[in-house]
């Protein structure tokens, strides 16, 4: 059969991106304060807003995906560091809170008040419960009794003997009552045998209610998900206990190696997983094939990242929302529901807004949270502001840096497809939802949307020309900060 190249030009299909598109008013009876931002982002992971932070150096390390995950969105720690450094990152999100603290450490009465120091200094925390013969509960020893004591006397003279405690069916509200009317920081958890079985702390029990939206695990510790390449198992089996999702941070998962080092992974990892990244009708359906069962969500985009020239380099590209529709369709065809990550080009809420209307459940942000007092890397000042470091994973720096210590990431392309430089200092992630999350409830109130699933039902798109984008922003007027003299 002769190539009819010609067609191969006038069948093109537009591949839109976030600039071509506006959402056009509905009919509302929607309140913003009323929308309901919470989705499913997979089958066993529920968020209270549909913020995901990318697996990138300058992105997410542990204090990005707690503070984030406070909010209610989600942090995935990057994959440019040792397994040990990604797995310590996890553990750091999983320890930050819990109701019931399950791996307590603890002191025996025999030991002297200088090894309770020790340990107190070496795991940053103030109390330590007294345990002897097979972890029955004697004592605790609290910041109040060490500062007091001789280093070189037991532990037993200086503990407190007389331990406030819980049974293991406490709820939080009753811990929060005994804290408080017994006037106790720990409250250790015992069993009828006053074994010890974990520990509460105020501090645990305040930041629940400071944090309401915050996602948690049955334990109450922070949800939190770590980023592999589909090849490296020995990665994946490491986070495996310490992650709640693993996620596939390939440009281009559309690839037959790939999908077979995914389908080997998913048979021998045993914790959710994310499939991507993906762009197409085809690509989504191969994956679903060859995972069978094995893909709890798609992350959707190649090329459109700010910090991305994959698309300048090769002209290869599925933009973000192009992408979105296409695996929503997809998996419609194929009748399942898998929720979509719109991954790459998200600026602003009105982007994200977009993006959710095509079909995604939640959105994936780099850039935004990049400029965040929470991102690796400290503030830049340039000119008399401030900024933050931001570079693409497949820029030179970032590759050579996962070169030099991962072995299953050789050089295999020699260009790179990612560039590096700074973004403006936003704040803490806490300000920075806050108004992405506003922007969101805004733009669903326009399109009279209470929820993501309903706006996937009203949403229309406008198609804007070239002209609009320019009028569809501020204009005729000169803002303070660009006069030209
Ligand atoms: P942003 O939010 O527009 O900055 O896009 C972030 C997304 O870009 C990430 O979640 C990745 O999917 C993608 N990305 C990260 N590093 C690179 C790169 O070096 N080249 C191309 N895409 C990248």
Known sequence: MPVDFYSKLTNARGVYTFRDFVLV????????SKVDLSINLTKQIHLNLPLVSSPMDTVTESDMAIALAREGGLGIIHRNMPIEEQVENAKRVKRAESFIIRDVVTITPDQ?????????????????PVVSDGDRIVGILTKRDVNFADPNVSVREAMTSEVIVAGPEVTIEEAKKIMNKRKVEKLPVVDKNRKLMGLITIKDVYSRER?????????????????????????AKALEKHVDLLVSDVAHFHNTNILEAAKKLTNEVFVEFIAGNLGTIEGTKDTIEALDGHVAGIRAGVGSGSICVTSEVTKAGAPTLFAVSQIAVALQELGVEIPIIADGGIRAAGDGALALAAGASAIMMGNVFAGCTESPGGLIKIGGKYYKPYRGMGSMASR???????RYNQPAKGIAEGVEGVVPYRGDVSTVVEEFASGLRASFGYAGATSVKDLWQKAKFGAVTAAGVDEMRPHSIILPGEEKI
């Open 400 to 406: 050579q840096k996962r070169f030099a210590m991962d």
């Open 211 to 235: 944090f309401p939206l915050a996602t948690r695990d049955s334990q109450g510790r922070l949800l939190v998900g770590a980023a592999v390449s589909p090849y490296d198992i020995e990665r």
């Open 112 to 128: 002297k008040i200088s090894d309770a120091l020790e340990l107190m200094h070496n795991k940053s925390i103030s109390g330590l």
């Open 25 to 32: 008013p509905g009919r509302s009876d929607v309140e913003p």
